[in-house]
């Protein structure tokens, strides 16, 4: 049977059926330094600021969010028409069958993806829900970010009383299975209100919209979703936030179709001239940091004196 790894209070390894309730010093995490800022709108979207990784020397960019616009919010401009930056993220997951073949799809190519999970898939003891932790460690481990996706999938503006257990529980379970504290959240239904910033700048988490969605949910077929992704692409002038449900396997069967046209438009572009076209990882969305500042150190771990009953 799978077993997942956590940190013990020691900073040790330690493998255990149930896992324990975690729970972040918020004052020793803030010094990470992350905060929402929203700017620019984008189809519908802001996008916000962070800053792009790029090699030493290089100036400095920033890379959309893309928000929902909150009401009383000023839209600022960017300017992106000199390359089309394509980060790809997977929501609802961990699925066994989907999410391990998105994994092995990108590892294949050496790309890495954000993959927005539900901590009620990892919660409960079930042989199940062991592999999809132990999934989860796998995809920290081959370079891939696992973020907050809440644990019910619930609309945190319109029960704003649940808030901090969908949030912080969710980051707790990701934490134990990984071993490393999540960075990005992103709000099921794309919900955002001032409240939901608040909480979410208070636990340094940054939020992550989309642009991208061909909404596969829908019964999409693998083609359409292809179809839709590709014509999009093709279009942009600028960074793209693609979303995908790794438990759709139309989308899961549409990626490496999506990722073979990708690379035959970079090859044009060299060919005949255009914007060119990449993908990134979820780097671009994170601040500036040192590698030790993306693990959760066992100083900043509280426990809350009881092991949850799941």
């Known amino acids: 049977m799978l077993s997942p790894l956590c940190l013990s209070a020691s900073g040790e390894g330690v493998s255990s059926a149930t896992p324990p309730r975690l729970l972040a010093s918020a004052s020793a995490d803030r010094q990470s330094g992350i905060a929402n800022r929203p700017v620019e709108p984008g189809q519908g979207f802001t996008a916000t600021h962070a800053r792009d990784q790029r090699p030493p020397g290089s100036s400095p960019r920033i890379f959309p969010r893309y928000l929902k616009p909150l009401p009383d919010e000023t839209p600022a401009v960017g300017a992106w028409a000199t390359e089309r930056l394509v980060l790809l993220t997977f929501d609802d997951g961990p699925d066994l069958q989907g999410t391990?073949?998105?994994?092995?799809?990108?590892?294949?190519?050496?790309?890495?993806?954000?993959?927005?999970?539900?901590?009620?898939?990892?919660?409960?003891?079930?042989?199940?829900?062991?592999?999809?932790?132990?999934?989860?460690?796998?995809?920290?481990?081959?370079?891939?970010?696992?973020?907050?996706?809440?644990?019910?999938?619930?609309?945190?503006?319109?029960?704003?009383?649940?808030?901090?257990?969908?949030?912080?529980?969710?980051?707790?379970?990701?934490?134990?299975?990984?071993?490393?504290?999540?960075?990005?959240?992103?709000?099921?239904?794309?919900?955002?209100?001032?409240?939901?910033?608040?909480?979410?700048?208070?636990?340094?988490?940054?939020?992550?919209?989309?642009?991208?969605?061909?909404?596969?949910?829908?019964?999409?077929?693998?083609?359409?979703?292809?179809?839709?992704?590709?014509?999009?692409?093709?279009?942009a002038d600028g960074p793209v936030i693609l979303l995908l449900h790794d438990k759709n396997l139309a989308a899961v069967q549409a990626l490496p179709r999506i990722l073979d046209w990708i690379e035959e438009e970079q090859a044009r572009v060299t060919r005949v001239g255009g914007i060119p076209i990449r993908i990134v990882d979820g780097s671009v969305l994170l601040p500036e940091r040192t590698e030790s500042a993306l693990t959760l150190p066992s100083a900043n771990l509280g426990w809350r004196g009881r092991v949850s009953e799941f």
């Not at 391990?100 to 990108?106: D, Y």
């Not at 808030?163 to 379970?173: K, M, S, T």
């Open 100 to 235: 391990s073949l998105i994994m092995n799809e990108l590892d294949r190519r050496k790309l890495h993806g954000v993959f927005f999970v539900m901590g009620q898939h990892i919660v409960r003891n079930r042989s199940e829900d062991l592999a999809r932790r132990e999934l989860l460690r796998k995809l920290a481990t081959h370079g891939h970010l696992v973020g907050n996706h809440t644990m019910n999938h619930k609309n945190l503006c319109r029960s704003p009383g649940v808030l901090a257990e969908e949030v912080d529980h969710a980051a707790e379970l990701i934490t134990y299975a990984t071993g490393v504290r999540p960075l990005l959240f992103r709000s099921p239904y794309g919900a955002r209100c001032h409240s939901l910033d608040r909480a979410l700048a208070v636990r340094d988490l940054v939020q992550v919209g989309w642009n991208a969605d061909p909404r596969e949910w829908r019964g999409n077929s693998e083609r359409s979703i292809v179809s839709y992704v590709t014509n999009l692409l093709a279009r």
